[in-house]
C-alpha cells in the first residue's frame, strides 16, 4: 500500500512539465496524500498492512521484563450494568499499585469483533484485550497472542472449560473470568396451570411444548435470527447430544436434532416468529410471560429476578434419551495478551494477573452466574449459588465452537443458521437442508485446510 | 539568465493565459524575419514562451489537485483495494500477518459456483426491477401532479421528500417496528379495516419478505425520481405545449409527443442512477431482514457483507463487490454512449 501511494504521488507531476513552484506545491500535496492514505490502509479492517509486524521477537521469548508502573491500556465489552462492575475492579487495581492507570476503552459489543481485527490489522491492540472465545484462533493463528504460560499462568489451576475457551491448538491464550453455557429455563407458573412436568427428553419437550401453547402464550422459544451466532448457539445443544458433527453436518446427528426443530414448529409450539429474534428477545417473551419455556444462559439471571411475577425454574437441556448428558457450547470471554513491546506485554500481565486472582474472579461469577475459571474458586461458588449447579455441570460436558472446525467456523456457522431457519420455516426437510449446507461446510473446511 | 526569464515571466504573468497559449509557430516565423543578431533574443524569447506554459501547465495542475486528491483518496483507493483484496485468499489470518496469497480468479470461481449465487442474483432482479418500475412510475405521477400549480403544492412536494432525507437506517428500524407481525402498525390497520383476520408476517414469511423490502425501497425512491423528473418537466417551454395546443393534441397525444421526447436525457439520468442506487442499497435491507429468513431477501450487497464480515472470508466479499461495480460500470457507460448519441442528434 505504501508503496504504491507513493508511485502514485510521482506520476501526476512528471505529466505536468517542467519543474515549477506549483508542481513543488503538488509533490508537497501528493506526499501528504501518500501518508494519509497509508494511515487510512492501516486502519481499515483487514488490510495487509505493510509495516513489518511487531511479533516476531516475542515468540521465542519465555519470561518479561518487571512492569514499570505507567499506563496500561484495556479494552473489554463488559457493559452491562453500565460496566460499572469492571470500574471497580479497576480501581481496586490501581489502588493496590500506585503508580499505575488503566486507560480502559469499553467496545459496542455488536461491532467488538470487527474492532479487534481492525486494530490487530494496525497492530494497535490494547496491552490486554477482551475476546470472545472463539475469536482466540483468529487472533492465535495469526501470531498476535502471548502463549500465556511462557509468561507463568499455568493452565493447571484451572477448570477444563477455561482451558478449552482460552485455548488454540493445544496452547492458553487467553483466561476469562468465568464460563457459561445454556439451559432450559422454564416459567413454573405456566408450567403449573398446564399441569406440565420439567421435561427432560426431546420427547417430553415436544408433548410439554405443545400443552403449554395457548393463549397467546409460545410452549418453547430458541433464538433462530440469521445474525451470526445466535441461531447456532442455541442450536449446537441439540446438535451435539444427537451427535452432531460440525465438520459433516447432515450426519445422522444433525438430522435427528433438526427434526426436533421440525416436530416443535409444525405442532405450532414453536412460533415462526424465532427466526427473526436473537437471543435478548426470546429473554423478553420469557420475562414477559409470552413463552414458557427458553433456552437462556446465566447472564439473565439479574433481569429475570428483578421481574415482577416471573417465577422460573433451571434445567438442563433435554437430551434424546433419558439419562444422557446435554453437551452444549461453551460460552465466556477471555483476556488475552496481544503481542507487541515486552514493556507493554508485561503492563499487561500485572493487570490479568490481578483480574484472575481469586477475589475479583470470585465477585464477577457470584454477580453473573457464570463458572469461575479456577476451579477452587469455582467449587467454592457452587456452594453458595444454587441456581448455577445445572451450568456447573452441564458445563463439564460442553465444547468449545472452536474446538473441532477452528477458523472455518464463522462459515459453518453462517450455513448452519440458514439450515435452521429454512427447516423451522418448512422451506425444507432437515435432511435437505443439512444437506446444502454441508456444501458450504466442505468448501469452508477445504479453505482453511482442515482435514475431516 | 534564470533571474531574468522569472522576471519576464512575473511580467507578463499579469496577461491571462490567451498570451501563454499563442501559437509557438507564430513566434518562430517572426524570429526569422528577423535579423540575425536578433537570433539569440528570439530564442530566449521562446524560451520564456515555452516556460510560461510550464508555469501555466503546472498551476492548471494545482488546481486540479484538491478534485485528483478527492477521486484517489475516496474512489480509486478502495476500488483498488477491494480488486486486489478479491484476488487473494484474503481469510482473517492471511489479513493479519501479511500473508494472505495471490489465488488468481478462485474467488470469484467459488463465489460463482456458490449455490446460494442463484438465488442471490434472482432477489437482485427482482429487488432492482421491482423498485425501479414503480418508483420511476410513481415518481413520474406526482411530478406531473406537481408540474399543476395548486395552493399548498410547494408544501406538500417538500413532505414528500421526507423518504429521501431520512437516514437509511432510522427508516429502517422504523419500518421493522411497522412490519411486526403482532404488534406492528400495518397489520393493526389491515385488521382494523377488516382486510386481514390473522396477522401477516411481513419479514419471516419467505414468500413475503422480499415483497416487502421493495416497498420498503419504493417508497424510500419515489422522492429523488419525483425530484429529478419535477425539474425535468419545469424545462420543458410552454410555447411546445401551446404549439400543441394550437394543432389539436389532446392530453395523452401531447405527453406522449411533447413530455416524454423532450424529457428523454432527464429519464435516461434517472433511470440510470435509480439502477446504480438500487443495486446498492444495503442499509434498509440489513436492518430489516439481514438478507433472512433463508437467503430469501439476500441481495448481492448485503450477502458480499455476510461473507466478508460473517464468514470472515475477505477475499470473496470483494469478489462480489468487485462483480457488482462491473455491473454498474457497463450500465453508466451504456448511459454515456446513449448520451453522447443524444448530443450528436
Known sequence: MLHTARERGRAHPRRGGPLGAATVAAVALLATVGTATTALASTRAGVASSLPARQGAASTRTTLPAPKPGVITLQDYYTTGDGSEMQAFIKEFESQNPGYTVKRDVMPPGNAESQVLTEASAHQLPDLLMMDNPWVPELAGAGDLVPLESVGISPSGLTEGAVAAGSYKNVLYGVGFGNNTIGLFYNKKLLAASHVAVPHTWAQLVTAAKALTKNGVA?????????????VWQFLPFFWTAG???EHVNDAGGVAALTLYQQLAKEGALPTSVVDEQQNDIAVDFMGGKAAMIVMGPWEFGPFNSTKGLDYGIAPIPTPRAGMSAVTPLGGEVWVIPKSTPANEALGLKLLKFLISPAVTYSWAAANGEIASEKSVSSRLLATVPDDRVFASEIEHARSRTGEVGLAYPAIETALGTAVQAVILGKATPKQALDTAQVAVVAALKQYHITS | MWRETAGRAERI???????AGLPNRVATRRAAARRPDDQADATRERRHRLWQRGVAGGRRWLFLMPAIVYVCLLFAYPIVYNVLLSLRQSSVIGLLNNSAGFVGLSNYHTAITNPVLPTVVENTALFVVGSIV?????GFLLALFFSQRFPLSGLLRSLILVPWLLPGVVTGLVLRLMFDPTSGMVNQILSDVGLIHTPIEWLTNTHL?????????????????????HGGLQDIPK???EAARVDGA???RTFWS??????????AVVLVLGFIYTLKAFDIVIILTGGGPVNSTQLLSTWAYTLSFGNLDFGQGAAIGTIMMLISLVCALAYVRSYRGELRR
Do not use: H
Open chain 2, 258 to 267: 411533447v413530455t416524454v421526447p423532450v424529457m428523454r436525457p432527464v429519464i
Open chain 2, 134 to 138: 414503480f418508483q420511476f412510475g410513481i
Open chain 1, 219 to 231: 410452549g418453547f422459544e430458541v433464538a433462530a435470527d440469521n445474525v451470526p451466532g445466535s441461531a
Open chain 2, 13 to 19: 504573468g499579469g496577461v491571462p493565459s490567451a498570451t
Open chain 2, 209 to 229: 419478505a422480499l415483497l416487502t423490502v421493495v416497498l420498503a425501497n419504493i417508497w424510500i425512491g419515489i422522492p429523488f425520481n419525483m425530484l429529478l423528473l
Open chain 2, 239 to 241: 410555447e411546445l405545449y
Open chain 1, 244 to 246: 452432531g458433527d460440525l
Open chain 2, 250 to 252: 389532446g392530453r395523452a
